[in-house]
C-alpha cells in the first residue's frame, strides 16, 4: 500500500516568513498526526486529528502554527511567522483509529530551516 | 504526565555482542509501550510493541511495572541494526517518544 506522503520534502525560508507543509496520509486512516522533531530529540506532538476533527493540539503553539484537516482527508500544516527554534522536520503520520492497538506510519518528513 | 527517558544517546557495539536499549517511563496509568526504529534515510517504523510480546528481528523487550522500564534487547547485534531507534508510550491516543538513542552496530 502507498505510504504517508508529505511535501515539500526540504524548505528553507527566513524568519517572520511564512511555510506550510502538505501530507496525504494513507488511504482510509482516519487518524491523522503532525509531529515536530528538532534536531536531537525525539518526535513531540503537535496536533491530532480524528477524521475532520481535532482530538489534541495541546501543544500545537497556537499564536503561529495551523493546521487544517478540511474533509478529513488530506492534512495542511502552516507556520506563520516562523521563527528560527522552529528549524525542524515535521512528520505527518496516519493510523486507522485512535486506539492504542493501531500501529501509527509515519511519511519522511519535511525539513525546515529557517534562518 | 507521560515521560520517556532514553538515558544513552549512543551506543556502539561490535557484531555478534549482545545489545540492550534502556527505556525508563513515568506515567501513572497502565500505558502501552513500543519501540520504533529509523535506518538511515528511512521513515521512522514501529519495531515492536510489549503487547504482542513478539520478536522482531531477533529484538525482544519486556516491560517491568516495577522498574518503569521497557529496555530493547538482542542478544546477537548485527551491522544491519545499525538505526536510531526510539521507545515510545501511549495512554489514549497520545504517542509519547523518548529522545533515541542511536545505535551503531561495528565489524
Known amino acids: 500500500e502507498a505510504g504517508v506522503a508529505q511535501s515539500p520534502r526540504y524548505k528553507i525560508i527566513e524568519k517572520r516568513q511564512s511555510v506550510a507543509f502538505w501530507c496525504n496520509p494513507i488511504?482510509?486512516?482516519?487518524?491523522l498526526y503532525w509531529y515536530q522533531q528538532i534536531l536531537g530529540q525525539g518526535p513531540k506532538l503537535l496536533i491530532q486529528?480524528?477524521?475532520?476533527?481535532?482530538?489534541?493540539d495541546s501543544q500545537l503553539p497556537k499564536d503561529r502554527f495551523s493546521a487544517e484537516r478540511l474533509k478529513g482527508v488530506d492534512s495542511t500544516l502552516k507556520i506563520q511567522p516562523a521563527k528560527l527554534e522552529d528549524s525542524a522536520v515535521y512528520l505527518c503520520a496516519s493510523s486507522q483509529g485512535i486506539l492504542s492497538g493501531n500501529t501509527i506510519y509515519f511519511g519522511e518528513g519535511s525539513w525546515l530551516t529557517v534562518v | 504526565a507521560q515521560r520517556v527517558t532514553q538515558p544513552e544517546k549512543l551506543l556502539s557495539v561490535f557484531k555478534g555482542a549482545p545489545v540492550e536499549l534502556k527505556c525508563n517511563y513515568s506515567?501513572?496509568?497502565?500505558?502501552?509501550l513500543f519501540w520504533y526504529v529509523q535506518y538511515s534515510r528511512q521513515r521512522l517504523q514501529l519495531l515492536l510493541r510489549?503487547?504482542s510480546r513478539e520478536s522482531i528481528k531477533g529484538f525482544t523487550a519486556d516491560l517491568n511495572k516495577g522498574e518503569t522500564s521497557f529496555h530493547l534487547k538482542k542478544p546477537f547485534a548485527q551491522e544491519e541494526d545499525s538505526a536510531m531507534y526510539y521507545c515510545a508510550l501511549t495512554s489514549g491516543s497520545r504517542l509519547t517518544f523518548g529522545e533515541g538513542t542511536q545505535l551503531t552496530v561495528n565489524p
Open positions: 506515567y501513572s496509568g497502565s500505558p502501552e
Open positions: 486529528f480524528q477524521n475532520n476533527g481535532v482530538v489534541d
Open positions: 488511504s482510509g486512516h482516519a487518524t
Open positions: 510489549h503487547i
